[in-house]
């Protein structure tokens, strides 16, 4: 009933942009906080960057501080993470994640309770 659906990877070069898109279906991302997640083969998963689903402050690792922009479309239950000048470390699977809360803040620790599928960006000359 409570789905997240990524979409927007796919492969480019070093320094160029992609934007990633997260649909919430069968709840609003209202009163959740939303996180961007990314894994590579043989790596914990890290933490990008996360939002308040009402609004309210961010946080951005420091790997991706400058770069990343996470954002919110209220009209399309949607979160963005708009992905600059991107790096071949960059280059992961990354997830959106929800977790329902009552307090206007965001984490990025894994402690989330709704994952999607994965999309996968790929950096690379």
């Known amino acids: 009933q409570l789905q997240l659906v990524e979409s927007g990877g796919g492969l480019v070069q070093p320094g160029g942009s992609l934007r990633l898109s997260c649909a919430a279906s069968g709840f609003t991302l209202d009163i959740h906080a939303i996180g961007w997640f990314r894994q590579t083969p043989g790596k914990e998963r890290e933490g990008v960057a996360c939002?308040?689903?009402?609004?309210?402050?961010?946080n951005y690792a420091d790997s991706v501080k400058g770069r990343f922009t996470i954002s919110r479309d209220n009209a399309k239950n949607t979160v963005y993470l708009q992905m600059n000048s991107l790096k071949p470390e960059d280059t992961a699977v990354y997830y959106c994640a929800a977790v329902r809360s009552l307090l206007r803040r965001c984490g990025l620790s894994p402690g989330y309770h709704y994952w999607g599928q994965g999309t996968q960006v790929t950096v690379s000359s």
């Open positions: 939002m308040y689903g009402s609004g309210g402050s961010t």
